[in-house]
């Protein structure tokens, strides 16, 4: 991840894979802020912009809850993800 317009080393930081920056997303509590943010490398503006890149990027359920001090939520929940109820739909047999 490095932000636009940057022209030095230092104003880009790199994850070994893309994993690695969900893994990090998925540490994180349901309401975090920058402070919330830890990663080897990762200090002071770079964690509010991913904070941002975080609500921004589509991979990742999640919104700004505030903007000062910087705040993002996660909006998915574990009952808004799907269940398997393929045996819901199926009627009780009954020998007569």
């Given at each position: 991840?490095?932000r636009?317009?940057?022209?030095?080393?230092?104003?880009?930081?790199?994850?070994?894979?893309?994993?690695?920056?969900k893994?990090l997303?998925?540490?994180?509590?349901?309401?975090?802020d920058a402070?919330?943010?830890?990663?080897?490398?990762?200090?002071?503006?770079?964690r509010?912009?991913?904070v941002?890149h975080?609500?921004?990027?589509?991979?990742?359920?999640?919104?700004?809850?505030?903007?000062?001090p910087?705040?993002a939520?996660?909006?998915?929940?574990?009952?808004d993800e799907?269940?398997?109820?393929?045996?819901?739909?199926?009627?009780?047999a009954?020998?007569?």
């Amino acid at each position: 991840m490095s932000r636009r317009g940057a022209d030095s080393s230092g104003n880009a930081k790199v994850f070994e894979s893309f994993d690695a920056v969900k893994r990090l997303y998925g540490r994180l509590p349901d309401q975090f802020d920058a402070s919330d943010v830890e990663h080897t490398g990762i200090t002071g503006s770079r964690r509010h912009m991913m904070v941002r890149h975080f609500a921004e990027h589509p991979a990742f359920d999640c919104q700004i809850d505030q903007r000062s001090p910087l705040t993002a939520e996660k909006t998915a929940t574990e009952s808004d993800e799907p269940t398997d109820r393929s045996d819901a739909a199926q009627p009780n047999a009954t020998a007569d």
